[in-house]
T-cell receptor
Framework: NAGVTQTPKFQVLKTGQSMTLQCAQDMNHNSMYWYRQDPGMGLRLIYYSASEGTTDKGEVPNGYNVSRLNKREFSLRLESAAPSQTSVYFC????????????????FGPGTRLTVL | AQSVTQPDIHITVSEGASLELRCNYSYGATPYLFWYVQSPGQGLQLLLKYFSGDTLVQGIKGFEAEFKRSQSSFNLRKPSVHWSDAAEYFCAVGPRSGTYKYIFGTGTRLKVLA
């Protein structure tokens, strides 16, 4: 099992460009998450999907959109990148179900390091 | 408001010394508690977790953590630190029901002196 995979690993964008970060998990997890990590700020939740077909905003959703394509895949889109979106982006998944409590840990991908010039 | 506090941004210890990383949380009920480790350039790896039962939990790489309800704390410990333990450590809480959000602390960066 590959666990949680993310593509690309690195990306440099110019201000105003768009891009999609891809995430896939092969653990049959219901819930998937997108975080950004900035120095001194820990992980901040951008969006999450409790189950296939649902998405919800997290702590810092502005400037981002997400798509839960199927149970395996959860993508994050930057429509018009800004320098403030320079960060490391992590995708995670967990076994938390729509009607079950989040009693299991999250599994993280290796991250995407994004620089917006 | 729900929150996780890791009061120490940086900690430096000598190899072979003991280690304790602090974590305090604010939550309406007893949450699920986690410690993750992140090596440079890597994703987060779970060290250990607490759901219920014995308040002293053992994890991987020789780490342990103790849940203290009265202090709302979940401190991470290791009796003897190895140079390979240099990394960033994150405490997190997860909900037992309702929302599916996990809340992370801001992390503690550990430096190990040879």
């Amino acid at each position: 099992n590959a666990g949680v995979t993310q593509t690309p690993k690195f990306q440099v964008l110019k201000t105003g460009q768009s891009m999609t970060l891809q995430c896939a998990q092969d653990m049959n997890h219901n819930s998937m998450y997108w975080y950004r990590q900035d120095p001194g700020m820990g992980l901040r939740l951008i969006y999450y999907s409790a189950s296939e077909g649902t998405t919800d905003k997290g702590e810092v959703p502005n400037g981002y959109n997400v798509s839960r394509l199927n149970k395996r895949e959860f993508s994050l889109r930057l429509e018009s990148a800004a320098p403030s979106q320079t960060s490391v982006y992590f995708c995670a998944s967990s076994e938390a179900g729509y009607r079950r409590s989040s009693y299991n840990e999250q599994f993280f991908g290796p991250g995407t390091r994004l620089t917006v010039l | 408001a729900q929150s996780v506090t890791q009061p120490d941004i940086h900690i430096t210890v000598s190899e072979g010394a003991s280690l304790e990383l602090r974590c305090n949380y604010s939550y309406g009920a007893t949450p699920y508690l986690f410690w993750y480790v992140q090596s440079p350039g890597q994703g987060l790896q779970l060290l250990l977790k607490y759901f219920s039962g014995d308040t002293l939990v053992q994890g991987i790489k020789g780490f342990e953590a103790e849940f203290k309800r009265s202090q709302s704390s979940f401190n991470l410990r290791k009796p003897s630190v190895h140079w390979s333990d240099a990394a960033e450590y994150f405490c997190a809480v997860g909900p037992r029901s309702g929302t599916y959000k996990y809340i992370f602390g801001t992390g503690t960066r550990l430096k190990v002196l040879a």
